[in-house]
C-alpha cells in the first residue's frame, strides 16, 4: 500500500492509514455531535465514506461557543475531473449549507504544473478555468464562497506564503512528501501554499478531503501555532474506489479507471459494462444459488458512496443482489442509469452557473481580493 498527495496504489487498509498518518476515527460520539450540529448526518459519514479526522470534535465545539471556523478545501486542476474529485466537494457543499461557513477552494495550478512536468502552461490553465465551472456547479453559496488560482491570488499573499515557507524545512518536506534531491524546486515550496488558506482567518479552518491530502495538515499543525494561527481540523474520505477493483484509487491519469464528469452516456454503459469489477459468480446458475458479494462489487460500492443516498432503496439492491436474484448485469443497469441522470443534471447546472460565474462576483470573493495578507 502507498498514498501520497499524489499516488494510492495497492489494497488500501484504512484503518492503518489512521495509525501511520495518527489522525482520529470518526466514532459514534462524534457523530451525535455533528448530527446534532447540523440536523442530520450526511450518508458519507452514515456509510463510513468520511471515516478520520483531526481535531473535528474541537472545531464543532468551538462554533458552538460562537467561534469562527470557515471550511476550506481545493483541486489540483486536471482535464480529467472525475466522479471522485467530486466527493468531497459535495460533501463541502452540505457542510456549509448546515453550517452557515465561509468557504475557501484553491485551485492549485502550480502545483499540477510542476508535477505534471509533460503539461504546458496554457494547457493547466484551460483545465484550471474548466474545473473551476465543474466546482461552481456544485451549488456553493455565492456570497460565502471564494474560489481562487494560485497564480491570480499570489500577489495578494505572497508576504504570508513566504512568512509560512521560512517555517518549512526541506527535512520536513522529504520526510512528510518523500520529496528527493531530484525533485523540483518549485514543489518543494509548493507546500506553504497549500497550507496557507488555513490561515485566511484566526478561527479554525475545517478541511473536507480525501486522505491523501493529510501530510499538508500534519505540516500545517506543527507551523500554525508559532505563527499566531489555529492548527487545521480535517475530515477525511475514502477514495471513490477505480472501475477494476477495490485497489488503488480512481485516478485521472488512468482513464480507464474514472468516470469523467464530460462522459456521454453511451461512454458510461460502456465503460460500466466493461470494467466495473463484479462481486458476482462465474455462471447465473451459481450466482442464483451462492449469491452476489456487494462488498468487492464496485458498482454496488459506488451507489453506496455516491449514487443512491436513500438508505432504503440502497439496502433492496444489497439484498437483491446478495441472494442472487439481481444479477450482476441488472445491478450495472441500475448504477450506470444513476450516473448518467447525476451527469446530465451536473452539466445542465455548470451551464446555468456558467452564465453567472458567481463565485467570482460574490461578497466574500469582493472582499477576498481586497485583503492583502502580511
Ligand atoms: P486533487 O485535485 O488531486 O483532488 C481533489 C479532491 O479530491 C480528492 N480525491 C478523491 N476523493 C475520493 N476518491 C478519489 N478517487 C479521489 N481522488 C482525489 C482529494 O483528496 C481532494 O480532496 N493538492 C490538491 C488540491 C488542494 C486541496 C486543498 C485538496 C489544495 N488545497 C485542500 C483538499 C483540501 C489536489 O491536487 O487535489
Redesign the pocket.
Known sequence: MKVT?WEAEGEIDYKRLIKEFGTQVIDERLKERIKKACGELHFMLRREFFFSHRDLDKALQERERGESVFL?????P?RGMHI??L??LIFTKWLQEKLGLKLFI?I?DD??FLVKRERNWREVQEAADENILDIVAIGFDPNKTFIFKDSEYIKNVYPLLLKTARKITHSTVKAVFGFTDSTNIGLSFFPAY?II?TFFEKGRAI?P??I??DPYWRVQRDIAEGLGYKKAAAIH?K??PPLQGPKG???SSRAESAIYLDDEPAAVRKKIMKYAFSGGRATIEEHRKLGGVPEIDVSFQWLKILFEPDDRKLAEVEEEYRSGRMLTGELKEILVEKINKFLEEHRRKRDERKKEMMMYKGALAREMWERVYE
Request: hydrophobic share 20%; proline share 11%; glycine share 10%.
Open positions: 498527495p476550506y478545501t481545493g483541486r489540483g486536471s471522485g474529485h466527493a468531497p484553491e492549485t502545483e499540477k497549500q488558506p478541511i478531503c480525501a491523501d491530502q474520505s477514495f471513490i484509487k480512481m485516478s
